[in-house]
């Protein structure tokens, strides 16, 4: 194991690994890169069943893979979607196993732009919740309008894109700009009083309007104050702020929204020939629609046709099945009279295997032979009782205390029975029995020799 790791190479054309490369280049990027913040746009995003989530930071140049593990994932806040603009921290790594450069992080934020998404997505869940954006509170345009307000900036090529559609398609609608700051920190409060000067005015409709533009510069009409001066008006409103793909929170809460400001006028300002257009293309829907209905309903006759059936077929039909079932049930009745047929014959034959003639035969010749083998038995067992009682007699004889008395021995019991084994069992004058071999005799202790003679000197 190398001590330092970044230690120059010899000159004598050491060569590495390619896992001591990699190691050696991890920690360099480690030691030198410990903690960073990157910004870039988050694309690839994994999220392995394991809680890990791996993406792809990118910007219109390059891009890095990164890392973060469940345990920092889990301290993440928004929701990490493609697309999604962030502002990450970490240490610069390297994958040894595969030679991949990536980050590996602990913190990811919102950035710029993302942190305006967030706040975007949750007004817009807010406003949805309340039932702003709902298509039952939408009001209709006018089909011919005569006056219309237009809330926007008076300078700028919105309003001469908007006033150029009416004079071409509608010149005889009224146009009225109440003008407003579109962009910057007082737009926000001035379009909210715009509105409001513009719905007292009975105008038809209003067009709230404004170019193209970042997410900060379209800011003012994702704010909630505006949102709510949109769903207050009486009046209905289009909203077309910025380019087609630019969506603001006034674009859901506004009765209908344009993709552009031309493209609200247009809206509003339908020329004869647009109607004209319209006409002949609902003239041919309706005709396509008749056509494909006619067909639909020739195909579903056609079809009705085919299932309709003669009732002689259908009875014919019948007859064939109830033949078929008379056959079937034939067969069947066949089947199982066969089958009984058999079950009865084999229960007839263990029928004559359990007659209780050839048991009680058998029986009667066991007994038979057990009466033979009784008297032997018992007299066998009769004479080994006796031999056995006789040994058992001479035993006895052997080992009784009768006999020892018979040579001559005596035994000597006290007053209660009691074999006196020893002098110190009795005392001088005590009253003994001697039991001999043949009878008894009472006996008087004269002396036991215990106490000591007592012999007088002067006699």
Known sequence: MLTDPFARLGLDREALSVSQLNNRARLLLEDVFAQVWVEGEISNLARPASGHVYFTLKDSQAQVRCALFRQNAARVRQALRDGLAVKVRGKVSLFEGRGDYQLILDTVEPAGDGALRLAFEALKEKLAGEGLFAAEGKRALPAHPRRIGIVSSPTGAVI??????????????ELTLVPTAVQGREATGQIVRALQLADAQGFDALILARGGGSLEDLWCFNEEAVARAVAACATPIVSAVGHETDVSISDFVADVRAPTPSAA????????????????????????????????????????ARRLRHPGERLRQQAQRL?????RLRRAFAQQAAGRHDRLARLEGRLAAQHPGRPLALLRQRLDSLA????????????????????????????????????GYSILLDERGQAVRAAAQTHPGQRLKARLGEGELDVRVEDNHLAPVTLSLLD
């Open 160 to 173: 001469r894109d908007i006033i150029s559609v009416f004079r071409r398609r509608a010149p005889q609608v």
């Open 372 to 407: 033979e083998r009784l008297p032997r038995a018992t007299h066998a067992l009769l004479r080994e009782r006796r031999q056995r009682l006789g040994n058992l007699a001479q035993t006895l004889n052997i080992v009784s205390p009768l006999a020892t008395l018979g040579r």
């Open 265 to 304: 006028a247009e809206l509003l300002a339908p020329d004869s020939s647009d109607l004209q257009h319209r006409l002949d293309g609902l003239a041919r829907r309706l005709q396509l629609s008749l056509r494909q209905r006619l067909q639909r309903d020739l195909l579903r006759l056609d079809g009705l």
């Open 323 to 327: 033949d078929d079932l008379d056959l």
